[in-house]
């Protein structure tokens, strides 16, 4: 497996991106899902990355900056997600340690997400946990959700 910048005019991204929105839109209740669209990941603000194996689109993971990484940046994991029929074979984790990674070395000194609070979010949530992320407050735009599970961890350390 390899992880390298996405290209979101590839048919192949757009359409393994939109069926992510398409999951989480019907899994969470309207007002709660929180996942960035095409144009969302397309923002200057935001890095992409996808995983292929053998060929195949397997994975993708995205940093929103929060605050310039100067001193104390601050940033979040967005859109990351794994092709369903290869969940829980290792590419969720990849992806944490690729954008932990990438968070260090653009010197943002936090990472925070946002995800869902009910089973369906269960293994993303355990997935997060083992790579260090605590819960937290909101940060950010967000406002409490009981839908919601928001996480953070420094970056460095634990990768």
Not at 12 to 21: N, R
Not at 29 to 34: A, R, V
């Amino acid at each position: 497996m390899h992880i390298e910048p996405g290209d979101l005019h590839d048919p192949t991204v757009v359409a393994f991106l939109e069926a992510h929105v398409a999951q989480l839109r019907a899994v969470t209740p309207p007002g709660s899902s929180h996942a960035l669209d095409l144009d969302g990941l397309r923002r200057p603000d935001v890095s992409f990355w996808t995983a292929h194996d053998a060929g195949e689109l397997v994975g993708c993971v995205a940093l929103q900056t929060l605050t310039p990484t100067h001193g104390e940046g601050h940033v979040e994991l967005k859109s990351m997600r794994t092709a369903p029929h290869r969940t829980r074979s290792g590419i969720g984790t990849a992806l944490v340690v690729h954008v932990l990674d990438a968070a260090g070395a653009a010197g943002a000194r936090r990472i925070s997400l946002e995800t869902g609070s009910f089973e369906f979010f269960a293994p993303a949530r355990r997935l997060y946990a083992r790579h260090g992320f605590v819960e937290c407050e909101p940060f950010a735009d967000y406002r409490p959700d009981p839908e919601s599970t928001f996480m953070t961890r420094e970056v460095g350390g634990l990768g």
